[in-house]
């Protein structure tokens, strides 16, 4: 019996949530914040460990100008500004998840310390978000990310390069094309973006990567037109304001089934993309290991609202269900 208990114990603190004034998260050098109420981040990174500043990877004055949307049967969401959705944070493992849910869809977006090659301190988060298709029918899915890059906006600065070119104008990057990273960088500071995720070969690659004008991405629901060469500058709001906007476009997400994403944002550090280096895989929240979480959340649920009586085959199904997430941890 105090096994069990422990066993119920374990899965709460797995699945424990977090207060709304948990929103600031940091790991080694790493700040993510994150807004509670529409769930749009910042990252920074601690550039003077001894007055401990950090400095942020992305735009951070507008936390909203970076943001994800998504794409249901022809209607785009914006996730941190859409009615549609119900926001709340959860967390699995000690990691900070967003969670938007609607009656049609679940979405998670789940962050994870990384940590590359040549950094001796956690540098960086990969972003896994999964998409769930709750309902009884087959939908049109797909996902946008927006990213506001700064670091390279400097007069006498690359905006952005990738492990093959340096991107001084409007760019689409196809995801078949070889390149596996973008970069951002200032004299002090560096962002760099997967296309080919490191940590999880395995992952969905964008379908592509569209670099421009920030105002210009973000004027566009979905799809912006490409203009071959134009420059990164609207005058006279928008100067030299690039912006990295990943594509997954839609597909058919099938009824109780999920389309995992996943993104790693770290300082630059090129050895990561080396396909000598095996990193240490991350913890991969695929869509059987999330439903069993879920599932065994629900239950413990109801048990502690006294709507649901756990017997011996119930303890056992969690008991094992633990023993295999342990292995396959």
Not at 162 to 175: A, H, M, N, P
């Amino acid at each position: 019996m105090i096994l069990r208990k422990l066993i119920i114990f374990f899965v709460l603190v797995l699945f424990s949530a977090f207060t709304l004034s948990a929103a600031d998260f940091y790991n080694g050098n790493i700040r993510l914040s994150i807004n509670e109420k529409k769930g749009s981040i910042s990252l920074y990174y601690m550039t003077d460990p001894n007055s401990k500043r950090y400095e942020p990877l992305f735009y951070s004055k507008e936390p909203k100008s970076s943001y994800i949307s998504v794409s249901l049967d022809g209607k785009i969401y914006r996730l941190d500004q859409s009615g549609y959705f119900l926001t709340r944070i959860e967390s699995i493992d000690g990691n900070p998840v967003i969670v938007y849910e609607s009656q049609a869809v679940i979405i998670r977006e789940i962050f994870t310390p990384v940590k590359t090659v040549n950094s001796d301190e956690i540098n960086g988060v990969n972003i896994t978000v999964v998409m769930q298709n709750k309902g009884d029918r087959s939908i049109s899915a797909g996902l946008r990310f927006l990213i506001d890059t700064h670091l390279g906006e400097g007069s006498k600065s690359i905006p952005i390069s990738t492990d093959k070119q340096s991107i001084l104008k409007e760019t689409i990057i196809d995801g078949s094309s070889g390149e596996t990273y973008w970069v951002s960088r200032d004299n002090n500071l560096s962002l760099m973006g997967s296309i080919v995720n490191p940590f999880d070969k395995s992952a969905k690659i964008p379908d592509y990567i569209h670099i421009a004008n920030w105002r210009r991405l973000n004027n566009s629901h979905w799809k912006l037109k490409y203009s071959q060469g134009r420059s990164f500058t609207i005058f006279p709001y928008s100067i030299r304001d690039s912006a990295v906007c990943y594509y997954y476009e839609p597909a058919v997400l099938e009824a109780g089934k999920s389309f995992i994403y996943s993104i790693s944002l770290t300082t630059e550090d090129a050895a990561l993309y080396d396909p000598a280096f095996n990193p240490v895989k991350i913890e991969n929240y695929d869509d059987s290991t999330l439903q069993m979480l879920y599932r065994l959340k629900k239950t413990l649920e109801q048990f502690i609202a006294g709507d649901r009586i756990l017997y011996e085959e119930d303890l056992d199904d969690i008991e094992n269900s633990i023993d295999g997430y342990k292995t396959r941890r």
